[in-house]
């Protein structure tokens, strides 16, 4: 990792805070152990899934990519977020033609009450967005729908809630299948012509997007509120196959759902008391710990606890009120943060101080520093997946098709990315960003599923 320069004039001081700090440091022996530790429970995964492994590595049942015959309107819904979208993707010969998107608010009683309103909540959006554009109730049409949470998938079509994750704790969906839930909530509302086809992460939607708008897609990236990253596994390494033919399949996409690697206790030696306190504070405590090292929904208040540390009275005295109130820092702070140390600057970083009551004179300085090492750190825990990924697939060259608010907002994310990937394989590949692609993925993925289903 690269370690930052931490810019205060009292030495003593200087040292005491970076080794205070020293445990966010991931050595290039963690990082060696890291990788090995992240291959060991991908194998795992592989072939016995979350019964001996922390990482999933989840059959999609999508054998199949774009192949220029998918024409004809496709409905896809995009839930993961505190935004739900519906959209109806028009293809002509494997071309997004047309998309129409509506978004919808999920408010936090939906994602926090009962499953069974949540998902009537989404089959009234849908209603709402048909009515809206006219969408024909005479005709079947095929929907696919992105329902990015960790699911078993006995099908295409059949994907069973392991647990929730980010900001959804609903009661009543964990061993249920998802698809049967909408379609009921579909079936109340009489939106018998709507016909869900696919289920789908918006890992498994960003990468099969990412192969719409680049050829040589093998990975789809999300790095937003939380993260995860699906990829092309060869048919020959899967072991888990319950549903349809393999036969002249050469590949299928994979869903790690890798924000859950470590829950098992396997990468221990890279977590620091803050990463503890912060899954302890958070809603689902002891689940997708990977996720909290550094993705959008944590890295903000991970910050403010890293921060709060610093003031006691060895180090920067007592902590100002504004630090101690939880979830003070956001994550969109971090990028601003991030911003002022590519300009050498310190306007945005100070401004944050003022207004959470510190004055302390090297408070700007400690402050960039941690989000620096944050940072460093997050590039790492997300380039030994992707470097891992781009070495078992062995190609001439990849693009890794990413979004999320994050990656898009995260001013030297990308690069340190491009850097620390780079300096762990030697396998060309490069980011193309592929914004929407979990809601464009959905409609692509249905049309991709009709198919499949109409050969079987
Ligand atoms: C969480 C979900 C996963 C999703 C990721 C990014 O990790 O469990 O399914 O892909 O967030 O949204």
């Not at 002509?92 to 009537?120: H, M």
Request: charged letters at 25%; aromatic letters at 8%.
């Amino acid at each position: 990792m690269d370690v930052p320069q931490l810019i205060i004039s009292n030495e003593n001081l200087k040292d005491a805070i970076a080794k205070h700090l020293s445990s966010l440091v991931i050595d290039q022996e963690k990082l060696t152990r890291l990788r090995a530790v992240f291959e060991d429970e991908v194998e795992k995964g592989i072939e016995s899934g979350l019964s001996n492994s922390s990482i999933q590595m989840e059959n999609t049942y999508i054998t199949e990519l774009l192949d220029g015959s998918e024409t004809g309107d496709y409905l896809a819904l995009d839930l993961g977020g505190t935004n739900f979208r519906v959209i109806l993707v028009r293809l002509l010969a494997g071309r997004i033609q047309k998309e129409i998107i509506d978004y919808y608010s999920v408010a936090e009683s939906l994602r926090l009450g009962p499953g069974a309103d949540l998902f009537l909540f989404l089959a009234e959006c849908i209603q709402h967005f048909c009515n809206k554009n006219s969408v024909s109730a005479e005709t079947e049409i095929s929907l696919g729908f992105t329902f990015s949470f960790p699911m078993v998938q006995h099908a295409l079509d059949v994907g069973v809630l392991v647990n929730w994750t980010k900001s959804f704790n609903c009661p009543g969906v964990i061993g249920e299948d998802a698809v049967k839930l909408l379609n009921d909530s579909l079936a109340k509302l009489g939106l018998k012509h709507i016909k869900v086809v696919a289920i789908l992460n918006d890992t498994t939607g960003t990468l099969v997007a990412g192969v719409h708008d680049y050829p040589d897609c093998g990975i789809g990236l999300i790095l937003g509120t939380g993260t995860n990253g699906a990829y092309l596994e060869n048919i020959s390494r899967i072991k888990r196959w319950e549903s349809g033919s393999r036969e002249g399949v050469s590949s299928v996409i994979v869903d790690p759902e890798w924000g859950a690697f470590g829950d098992n206790g396997t990468i221990d030696f890279i977590k620091t008391d803050w990463d503890r306190e912060l899954d302890g504070e958070s809603l689902l405590p002891a689940s997708f710990t990977y996720e909290k090292y550094f993705a959008g929904r944590y890295l903000g208040e991970l910050t403010r606890l890293v921060l709060k540390s610093v003031f006691t009275p060895e180090l920067l005295g007592d902590c100002p009120p504004g630090i101690l109130q939880k979830e003070s820092i956001e994550t969109k702070d971090v990028s601003d943060i991030s911003q002022d140390i590519l300009n050498d600057g310190r306007e945005k970083t100070g401004e944050l101080l003022t207004k959470l009551g510190s004055s302390n004179k090297d408070a700007v300085s400690v402050l960039q520093y941690i989000v620096e090492l944050l940072v460093e750190r997050a590039s790492i825990l997300v380039g030994v997946p992707m470097a891992s990924f781009l070495d078992r697939m062995d190609r001439p060259s990849t693009t890794i098709a990413v979004t999320g608010s994050l990656y898009k907002y995260h001013p030297s994310l990308k690069s340190k990315l491009e850097c620390k990937i780079g300096r762990m394989t030697d396998k060309p590949f490069k980011f193309g960003l592929s914004d929407d692609g979990s809601g464009k993925g959905a409609g692509l993925v249905a049309a991709i599923a009709k198919r499949i289903v109409q050969r079987n």
